[in-house]
């Protein structure tokens, strides 16, 4: 089967990619510009800290000085402070070492003129712990550390407070900028590059298609799954089921089907085959407890890819009986042409019998002819009590004979008038003969002539139908095969379509619980057997039971073909 082949048009294809890529690459200058700035005020404050650490280490260092410990308790240092404090200022490099005592009033700064002055700020450490913080004192902003001072017998005598120049923070910041930057723009052209795969990915998956024409795309498969009158199915590579639409769920009894196989929803059998491609083929017919199916699987590929498979599904059950019933008509019309021959000779016959003046014989030919119709009525009705199946069998009989073919109802034939089953019996047994028939039909004529013999029988517990034909019988290997939809020895026959008959006959037996076996000749001999309705057991793994008059049983006419 020709798989379907895809196209997609290339109108405006690439627009839906390059979006996606420019908006991913402006995410991605803004995040990674916002992450920049982030990043600069955590380093910010991060050297503000280890600035400020500077700045108590300082602080701890003055305060531990000899000179400035004794000449801020006794009070006799004059300049030794001050001189103290800005050698150690020089040597740190910070902005201002001041030494100041309990009562708040300055004793070192790098501004002589504010020696002697009191601070502003309270004096902190007189809990004995070291403080840090930033500075707006008067050398500028500076990141400060305070530690206590304490005098040579250990009494806590005043502070010494160390500020480091906020112009080396921001020095050191941007000496370390250049390098985050570096790591920004290498994450962003990641990102970037990382942005146009994914974007030439997305226009692989979506076949060029722009989001507006996939919107549509949706809504033109919704309408036209769910509004045309055949069920479709659609299979992914892996088998999945992707796709069943109202009409498929109907035809085929199909569940929650999304996302499972075939083999999940449905049994082993020829549906589930032909739905898998196991059966290949156009039109393979599928016979169901409810409908004549036809299934058509094709394979569907775009650009070279396998995207799957789709099955679509029509329901010919009123078709295929309205060209059996044709076909039927047909045979019936061709079966009283005949018999209108035969009898428009026997009334010439009849007619020169008269003009010649032989009355006696010409009465004896027209009582001879009347009565053979009778006869073969009265014979099936002695061991038939049933008068639609005695209607089938004369009727049969008497297509047959035209055909060449002698129907016989065997001795040991007995059937009550209101036999269980009797609806499903005319469908089994119409089947049966008309397999039987044309396969005696077949082939040289035996020396004993062309011979179908039918035998119904009804027992306490069963009721048994037997066919068996002179004609070539089952082909070997075939015996399990023939029950099979579409399954066939000879081609069409006029409107009807072969290989359903003996299907129908074994999905009837299976439904209730009987049984079917054939011989495989010469001379094939099928037995049906059905058991009452009250001890019938569906076997198990056998399709569900369906009410009486069911489709199969009663809108199909009777007749069927190997």
Known sequence: MTP????????????L???????????????GAIGFVLFAFAQRSALDRTYEERAVGIARTAAADP???????YGDGGAVVQTAAERIRRASGASYVVVIDLHGVRHSHPMP?????????PIVVVDGRTHVGTDQGATGRSANGKAPLYGPTGKLVGEVSVGIPERHVLDELWRELPTFGLYAAIATALGAAAAYLLARRLKRTT???????????LQDREAMLHGIREGVVAFAPDGRITVVNDEARRLLGL?????????????????????????????????????????????????????????TVRDRTELVGLLRELDSVRGLTDALRAQQHEFTNRMHTLAGLLDIGEYDDAY??????????QALSESVRKRIGNSLMVGLIVAKTTVAAERGVRIVLTDDSALGQDPPHLHRLLTIAGNLLDNAVDAAGEGPRPAGGREVRLTLTESSHEVRVRVADTGPGVPPDSAESIFEDGWSTRPERGTARRGLGLALVHRLVQRHGGTVTVSEGPGAVFTVVLPLPDTAQV?????????????????LPVGGER
């Open 4 to 15: 379907i082949r895809m196209r997609i048009g290339r109108g405006g294809r690439g627009r």
């Open 17 to 31: 990619s390059a979006r996606i890529l420019a908006s991913q690459l402006v995410i991605l200058a803004l995040t």
């Open 67 to 73: 000179q400035i410990r004794r000449a801020m308790q």
């Open 113 to 121: 003129r504010l020696v002697g002055s009191p601070v502003a700020e």
């Open 207 to 217: 076949f060029g298609l722009e989001l507006e024409e996939i919107a549509g795309l």
């Open 255 to 311: 569940g929650n089907a999304l996302g499972r196989t075939v083999e999940q929803v449905l049994p082993d059998g020829r549906l589930r085959r032909a739905l898998d491609g196991t059966l290949s083929g156009t039109d393979v017919s599928v016979l169901t407890d409810e409908h004549c199916l036809v299934v058509n699987r094709m394979p569907v590929t775009l650009h070279g890819r396998e995207l799957g498979a789709v099955v």
């Open 364 to 373: 004896e030919f027209a009582v001879g002819a009347a009565g053979a119709g």
């Open 539 to 555: 076997p198990h793994g056998a399709p569900g039971g369906a009410p009486h008059g069911a489709l199969f049983t009663t809108a």
